[in-house]
């Protein structure tokens, strides 16, 4: 199941990126790359069928090209700290809201907490039901799935994955 | 036909976003109002003409369903079209926001998918150019 839903992530990731800020993602083949040099955490909480967290790690370079995008501003350098975490907070609350219904299909009710940026110690410890890697032109990014629990058996015979 | 526009949006990105895709879509602008809540989008309302508002769902201080639900509450206000633009995926939730009177735009968006709701809530009409009045 987990190549799969890696998979379903990766297509959710890539398809995000592309519509929202017009940047194009590629899943880095094999283990990929671990994400290193200056990283910007956010997540997304998540209730319903099953609960937990979607959590984006990505390189810092990438963020004044993503908030420079959205905001429709073609001077990357005048893009704000503040704007640069705005803009990465609504891209991980796009891709937590589409993973969702990937996953568990469009009759599950799901409550998302606001988006927000992680620190560190943030991060969840326990073991996540998946990751996926994707490099852009000058960085990387890591997506992960943390669960609290399992999801329920009636979820995972529904889905195709 | 201008229109005078409520965004309301707790991400200042989003709401940049939005204005900018309205652009790509050529919907002509009149006024436009910039809210952070379903408050705040309430006390506009309270003091602006607005024809269309364009609306997330998951907001602080008060959210975009319960916005709707004031909107609709009210004589002034009851009529004018709402536009939810959200990432919400759950098929019972955006049925009851349709039953509400809203339409729905998931999020990610293009500007082609804005433009066509924008037209049809607003019912307006293309020209001979391709722009719209």
């Known amino acids: 199941m987990t190549e799969k839903l890696n998979d379903v992530i990766s297509r959710v990731v890539v398809d995000t990126f592309e519509k929202l800020a017009f940047m194009f993602a590629f899943p880095e083949e094999g283990k990929g790359t671990e994400p290193s040099g200056d990283l910007v955490r956010a997540g997304v909480s998540f209730l319903g069928p099953f609960s937990g967290q979607v959590v984006i790690c990505i390189s810092s370079v990438v963020l004044p090209e993503l908030g420079a995008n959205m905001l429709g501003m073609d001077d990357e350098a005048g893009v704000t700290l503040e704007n640069q975490h705005d803009a990465l907070k609504e891209a991980i609350n796009v891709i937590c809201g589409n993973l969702l219904p990937a996953i568990a299909g469009e009759e599950p009710v799901f409550n998302m907490d606001m988006p927000r940026i992680l620190s560190l110690n943030d991060i969840p410890s326990g073991d996540h039901l998946a990751r996926v890697r994707l490099e852009f032109d000058d960085g990387h990014c890591e997506v992960m799935v943390h669960l609290d629990g399992q999801i329920p058996e009636e979820i995972t015979n529904q889905i195709a994955l | ?133």
């Open chain 2, 1 to 133: 036909m201008a229109i005078n526009l409520l965004v309301v949006d707790d991400s200042k990105v989003m709401r940049a976003m939005v204005l900018k895709t309205m652009g790509m879509a050529e919907i002509p602008l009149s006024e436009v109002y910039e809210a952070s809540n379903g408050q705040e989008g309430l006390d506009l309302l309270d003091n602006h003409w607005i024809d269309l508002a364009i609306v997330d769902i998951n907001m602080p201080v008060m959210n975009g369903e319960e916005l709707i639900d004031r909107m609709k509450e009210n004589p002034e206000t009851k009529d004018i079209p709402v536009v939810v633009i959200s990432t919400e995926g759950s098929k019972a939730r955006i049925e009851r926001l349709q039953r509400k009177g809203a339409t729905f735009i998931h999020k990610p968006f293009s500007a082609e998918a804005i433009r066509d709701t924008v037209k049809h809530v607003l019912k307006m009409e293309d020209r001979d150019d391709g722009k719209i009045e």
